[in-house]
């Protein structure tokens, strides 16, 4: 019976690629199924039992995607049953339904699906598996309280899992972090073991978080060096500081004209725009006027335009009138009016008589006529073949074979004039007279109560539409159509030659009844010609008139246009002065914008007056008096700017004239700063070098738990090896540094700043300042592995393929292992299931070792591949269902080893 604390099983429902899962992890077991079949997300949820923080775990994808790929929704689980020292209990992970989000929760007992699945096979939703398993101590875990469940450290809201029980507090964390070593053994190499190692024995070092140059003392020691060039600094700077005070008073006195000449500039600015304005008012007042008179102008020119239009529009008709009887006297200079009459009678008299004959013919239409001759013509051809081909006719051939029902039905279907075809080489060929009947049955059996039927189609065969099997038999029948079809022909032959006749009278119809309409068109343009002929004279007299009236028409409109251009002119002349009176006005006020507004704090001499008037002059002296401003200004804050940057910005004040008294005191008080910079410096280096002290004491700690963790791994044999240890390389770059601070502070510090010793360690901690901030323990070493074999020793700077793939992994699982097993506490015995993915890579020896070690150190191997291995003797395949993988003790295998 097993006795260690530990997880029993995986269970996965409705999660991942698992439709369902239960598979058995109390001891080794083995996975089997083809790449990406899902045995890797399987295994990985161990870390929703193990890993109380999701930023901490480890998967192929990101967080996200993982949490919605394992928990789709309400009815998504992972859960893990496990052996404790209160007996069974599940720990489970449930879907919330919202893009992958999830709770924890646990309850007593072992697992059962009638928790889960009701009767139907349908998942049950949470509230349903609450109330099932509410008289279980249901329990819901925040990740602090499985924490607390895991390690029996904390609030655990009364759940007591004891699967990890921690010697200290500090155990959880490491334990986690080298948990994820064994979930990833292909990224394990010298920064995860070296950073393992640390993590490790960081519970007795002095420097637990390290020395952080950064914010410890980075600040302090910059403090120190500026402070030292500060005073360098100060007695440098002191020529620039008076040139600075005598330019400020300089600027003084450029203000104080720039301040009273500003002033003038804007009180004749204003005389200026009031004159501006009355200027420009005069103009818009005569502008005005001048709008209203060509409003009034161009009121009468359109009225002028108006009348104009009118005449023209008059003489173009009567240009146009005398025109047409120009054209019409050109027309009908040789007309003679009587003939053309007696001519229109005789036709009329010609048409009267042909639809008096048109009248007697009431036939069909010819083309009607023709097209039935040719229809009846070919129907009696067939007729008589059928006549001459009906003691060898396919009607007759089927008959002996099939009653007139039946050919009827069938030939519904097919065309029924092949009933009159000839069964001969010219006509129809039966190859194989048995398997023509054969399929012609074959067609009858589909019809079933006068419906056809098959796998596309379905037709009422209504007997209507069957053919009439007498007129390809009946001789007399034949005989009688022959007849009537040529008695039929006979008489439409006969009325074509009527149809044909009348064709020809309806012809020359058309051509009589255009001949008279042309005719009458003409001579009604005759006569409407002679009595447009008796007014041509007064056409002629009204033309000239309306010339006249244009002329004087023309003569008014051209006055009343000059008259408006010339107002126009005016102004656009006036406009002209606006907008010059304005372009000077914004010219001064352009330039009175480039002008240096004076500041309201600029100190004025109240005696200064300027005489001067010219607003051009004014404006021209400011603006001298603005350069020489600007450039004082320019070059006062150069030097304060230099001094700012060669010193630092404290001194920069509010104003630059307490900018200046503050530069004045710094120089007076420098020899007080010296002693400042001087205890500042030697408190900052002592506290320093003992930090570092204690880190190299941290580094022998370090060193020593290497060797007591050698120590034990010794006892474990590993592969055909004859021994490995990981060896401690100290870096002798940055500890030699270490070393030379610490010396320093057995002499006076100040002033061994100047000796080579302490400025090259002074100069190089600056450099490790600037590149890394911090100095941690793992700083100070790396890591070397040897291994012996067959008595050779052999040194590796890295964990990548010692001696063989096989060997490389054997030594990640122990190591990593055998961390976690000096983190729980010894009397405690729990096992841990930890994940090989693709051992198929591994030879069996290596494999077998692997799964033996692990299994006498408290861990259960679980392995992963493509084909089972008889390392292992239980092993799972993984099978799909049908919304997904379905795995349980079905899918369990045995392999039976043969002494």
Request: hydrophobic fraction near 35%.
């Amino acid at each position: 019976m097993r006795m260690n604390i530990g997880p029993t099983r995986i269970i996965l429902i409705n999660s991942g690629k698992y439709q369902y899962c239960n598979v058995s992890i109390d001891e080794a077991v083995h996975l089997v199924g083809a790449n990406n079949a899902g045995k890797t997300s399987l295994i990985a949820v161990l870390q929703f039992l193990y890993v109380d923080n999701e930023n901490c775990m480890f998967f192929t994808h990101p967080m996200d995607e993982t949490k919605r790929y394992y928990f789709k929704g309400q009815y998504s689980y992972v859960l893990f049953e496990c052996l404790t020292s209160n007996g069974y209990q599940v720990v489970g992970v449930r879907g919330l339904g919202m893009g992958g989000a999830h709770e924890r929760f646990s309850y007593m007992g072992s697992f059962s699906l009638e928790d889960f699945y009701n009767a139907d096979g349908t998942t049950r939703s949470s509230a349903e598996v609450r109330v099932e398993l509410a008289d279980r101590n249901y329990t819901v875990l925040k990740p602090k309280q499985l924490r607390a469940a895991l390690t029996g450290v904390g609030d655990s809201k009364g759940v007591s899992l004891g699967l990890l029980p921690i010697k200290d507090q500090g155990g959880y964390e490491k334990i986690r972090n080298l948990y994820h070593n064994l979930l990833n053994l292909s990224h394990v190499g010298q920064k995860e073991l070296k950073s393992a190692l640390v993590h490790v024995a960081e519970s007795d070092f002095r420097t637990k978080n390290g020395i952080d140059l950064e914010d410890a003392y980075s600040a302090g020691y910059e403090r120190v060096i500026k402070g030292l060039e500060r005073i360098k600094t100060l007695k440098e700077i002191s020529p620039t500081i008076e040139k600075c005070v005598m330019e400020y008073d300089e600027r003084i006195s450029c203000r104080s004209d720039m301040v009273v000449g500003y002033q003038k500039i804007s009180e004749l600015f204003s005389v200026k725009k009031k004159e501006n304005g009355e200027k420009k008012s005069d103009i818009c007042d005569r502008k005005g006027e001048l709008e209203d008179e060509i409003k009034e102008d161009l009121r009468r020119r359109d009225v002028l335009e108006e009348k104009l239009q009118v005449v023209i529009e008059r003489i173009g008709a009567l240009k146009g009138q005398l025109t047409e009887l120009g054209v019409a006297e050109a027309k009908f200079s040789g007309y003679s009016p009587d003939i053309e009459i007696q001519i229109m009678k005789g036709l009329e008299v010609e048409l009267e008589k042909i639809k008096f004959n048109l009248v007697a013919i009431k036939e069909d239409p010819l083309e009607v006529l023709e097209k039935r001759l040719f229809r009846k013509t070919k129907e009696l051809v067939d007729l008589k073949n059928r006549l001459a081909n009906v003691e060898n006719s396919v009607a007759t051939y089927l008959r002996s074979e099939f009653s007139d029902e039946e050919i009827g039905q069938f030939f519904t279907l097919y065309n029924h004039r092949l009933l009159g075809m000839k069964v001969a080489d010219d006509g129809l060929i039966v190859k194989e007279s048995d398997a023509l009947v054969a399929r012609i049955r074959a067609v009858l059996a589909r019809i079933k109560e006068g419906t056809y039927a098959d796998e596309s189609v379905q037709i009422k065969l209504e007997p209507h539409l069957w053919p009439d099997i007498s007129k390809f038999l009946n001789r007399e029948e034949m005989q009688k159509d022959i007849l009537l079809v040529e008695k039929r022909i006979a008489k439409d032959e006969a009325l074509i030659v009527v149809a044909r006749e009348q064709a020809l009278l309806l012809g020359r119809k058309e051509e009589l009844s255009q001949e008279l309409k042309k005719k009458g068109a003409y001579h009604h343009g005759y006569i409407s010609f002679t009595k447009s002929l008796e007014n041509k004279g007064e056409l002629e007299k009204e033309l000239g008139s309306k010339d006249d009236e244009r002329g004087v028409l023309y003569a008014e409109k051209k006055r009343l246009g000059e008259d408006v251009s010339a107002k126009k002119k005016e102004s656009r002349i006036g406009a002209e002065k606006i907008i010059e009176i304005d372009r000077l006005e914004r010219e001064c006020v352009a330039k009175i914008h480039e002008l240096v507004v004076p500041d309201a704090d600029w100190q004025v001499d109240l005696g200064l007056v300027f005489d001067e008037d010219d607003l051009a002059v004014l404006i021209s002296n400011h603006f001298s008096y603005g350069l020489e401003e600007n450039r004082l200004s320019m070059s006062l804050q150069e030097k304060l700017n230099s001094i700012e940057r060669t010193y630092y910005s404290a001194l920069i004040k509010s104003s630059e004239q307490e900018t200046i008294n503050s530069l004045k005191g710094e120089i007076e008080g420098l020899a007080e700063q010296e002693k400042t910079v001087m205890k500042l410096w030697d408190a900052v280096w002592k506290s320093l070098a003992t930090n570092m002290r204690d880190m190299l004491k941290d580094l022998g700690v370090l060193k020593s738990a290497v060797s007591e963790f050698n120590r034990k791994l010794a006892k474990v044999p590993i592969s055909d090896l004859g021994s490995f240890k990981i060896i401690v390389v100290e870096n002798q770059q940055i500890i030699g540094l270490m070393q030379d601070i610490v010396k320093t502070t057995e002499t006076s510090l100040f002033s061994s700043v100047h000796n080579s010793t302490s400025t090259r360690s002074v100069d190089d901690l600056q450099n490790y300042f600037r590149a890394k901030g911090k100095i941690e323990v793992s700083d100070l070493f790396s890591l070397n592995f040897e291994v012996m074999k067959n008595g050779n020793t052999k040194a590796y700077t890295e964990l990548k393929s010692i001696e063989s793939e096989g060997t490389t992994v054997t030594i990640k699982v122990l190591v990593n292992i055998m961390l976690i097993k000096g983190l729980l506490a010894p009397s405690k015995k729990v096992l841990i299931p930890f994940f090989l993915d693709e051992v198929s890579k591994l030879d069996p020896d290596n494999l077998g070792s692997i799964v033996a070690q692990s299994v006498s150190l408290g861990f259960t191997p679980i392995v992963a591949s493509p084909e089972p291995m008889d390392v292992i003797s239980r092993f799972y395949t993984l099978r799909g269902g049908l919304e997904g993988l379905y795995v349980d003790d079905r899918s369990l295998g045995i392999i039976e080893r043969l002494s």
